[in-house]
């Protein structure tokens, strides 16, 4: 038996000695998961409205936003309707709830719910989520309609039109010198004059409630809108809620909004710098900004540009930060931004640092663009920027600030994205290399031809920026600046 009990010792010794982690070397990394958030899921409707589930599992809220597509204000020729329309909405008195119960009982239940012509949101806990959404739908499509707001209109429309007039008349309606004009003129040239649209004079002589009516019933249509919902919901549960409340809701002529893609070459083909006199400054205030030409919303290499501005100029982490900053401690904060958009996209880098440092911080901003075009970048700094690009967009898609779900369900179709885009975007993240980054650096980083603008005191800034290009000094109207010998 002693031996038995020995041998059981022993035993038991040998494999906690055997259980004990080497601390000398790494754990073996767990293969990642697949990324359970960010999942948007299609429900389909016979009235062609679209929805989107983005499930949030044992979260006790929801939201709603709507969106119904409209025309631009400078396009739209029933505006009159629109703005009564809204301002029925905002009265929040429909044909169920005429006496006020829906703000009450919004009240009451702690919720929020908007409605306008452009769709609105509805948040609030789950069980009252069909309370809810029937008080939106009745609001929505069967507002109580009084023929005091289109007075009220009217007379609202009829007192900015006086004011306009006497704003026109003011001293203060001239045009005074803004450095963002020049700065445009500067970066794309002499902007050719477009075509100026007539001003739609409104008109409320012949608008009634049947016109209103008329309203809703053609441009408060399904097929033009998308909801998304978020919140603790299966696709069976989502698709009875909107079946029984939206279900019924009309269609009515198609209108979607499209995409007008350009590419845009800098008018500059070198560098230029603009100092705008600040006679009583101590600091001047730097802007670098350029033209990235075809680097457009979504692309190929959109997700790319993100990391590149990441290690530039965007975190603490950044060159520019730990160079201007850290190192040499020339300013409290730059920031650079590289910005894809329609239009071939801009960037920028914006600091403020004091007069006698103008030159000296310019000087880095340009060798840390030149770092980044012409060398890799390290592993590390690689690393820490796509772990803060991913933990700053997974913090994102949350329950509790659903923003992202709803941003991306409305522009889905315009920009022709797959149902899973949110879930793979952080593997897009991981696929980027030194070797991306370096080539994004190069065609996106542009020390050459840019605009840099100075806004401080020109008295002794003078002389001191030749070294970096063409310079050009204004005093505060926008005029040459001639300085006293």
Not at 14 to 21: E, G, M, S
Not at 28 to 50: F, H, R, S, W, Y
């Amino acid at each position: 038996m002693r031996n038995i009990i020995l041998s059981l010792i022993i035993l038991f010794t040998v494999a906690k000695v055997n259980a004990q982690v080497d601390r000398t070397q790494a754990p073996a990394p767990n293969n990642p998961e697949k990324l359970n958030v960010g999942v948007l899921i299609p429900i389909k409707m016979d009235n062609n409205l679209q929805v989107y589930l983005a499930p949030i599992k044992k979260y006790p809220k929801f939201t709603i936003s709507i969106n119904i597509e409209q025309l631009g204000f400078d396009e739209d020729e029933r505006q009159e309707e629109k703005g009564i329309l809204e301002k029925a909405y905002y009265s929040k008195l429909s044909e169920k709830y005429p006496n006020g119960e829906i703000d009450s009982l919004v009240k009451l239940k702690g919720a929020m719910m908007s409605v306008t012509a452009h769709g609105g949101t509805i948040k609030g806990m789950n069980r009252d989520i069909e309370t809810l959404l029937d008080m939106y739908y009745d609001l929505l499509q069967n507002p109580v309609l009084k023929k005091e707001y289109i007075k009220e209109k009217a007379e609202d429309y009829e007192k900015s039109l006086e004011k306009k007039k006497t704003s026109t008349n003011s001293v203060f309606s001239n045009k005074s010198f803004a450095k963002e004009r020049l700065i445009d003129s500067l970066l794309y040239g002499k902007r050719q004059e477009q075509e100026k649209k007539e001003e739609i004079i409104l008109n409320y002589d012949n608008i009634g409630i049947d016109e209103v009516e008329d309203f809703i019933q053609k441009r408060i249509v399904a097929n033009n809108s998308v909801v998304v919902i978020i919140g603790d919901f299966t696709e069976k549960e989502t698709k009875k809620l909107m079946d029984k409340y939206f279900g019924n809701w009309q269609q009515g002529e198609p209108f979607a909004r499209k995409r007008d893609i350009k590419t845009r070459e800098p008018a500059i083909k070198n560098r230029k710098i603009i100092v705008l006199d600040k006679p009583n400054a101590v600091q001047s205030k730097l802007s670098l900004q350029w033209v990235l030409k075809d680097a457009h919303t979504y692309d190929e290499n959109s997700v790319k540009i993100e990391v590149l501005n990441e290690i530039l100029g965007e975190s603490q982490l950044s060159y520019l930060y730990k160079n201007v900053r850290v190192d040499k401690g020339l300013c409290y904060f730059i920031r650079s931004s590289i910005t894809p958009d329609d239009n071939g996209g801009r960037a920028s880098i914006m600091t403020q640092v004091r007069t006698d440092q103008t030159a000296y911080a310019i000087e880095n901003v340009i060798l840390e663009m030149l770092r980044i075009r012409n060398y890799d970048v390290s592993d590390q700094d690689l690393k820490i920027a796509k772990s803060s690009l991913i933990g700053e967009f997974t913090r994102s898609l949350s329950g509790i600030a659903p923003v992202p779900y709803i941003s991306f369900a409305m522009i889905k179709e315009l920009y022709d994205l797959p149902d899973d885009y949110l879930q793979n975007k952080v593997s897009k993240y991981y696929e980027i290399t030194k070797k991306d980054i370096r080539e994004m650096a190069e065609k996106y980083v542009n020390p050459f031809e840019c605009i840099i603008v100075v806004e401080g005191k020109a008295s002794e800034l003078e002389g001191t920026l030749e070294r970096f290009g063409e310079v050009t000094y204004l005093d505060e109207e926008g005029k040459a600046l001639v300085f006293k010998k």
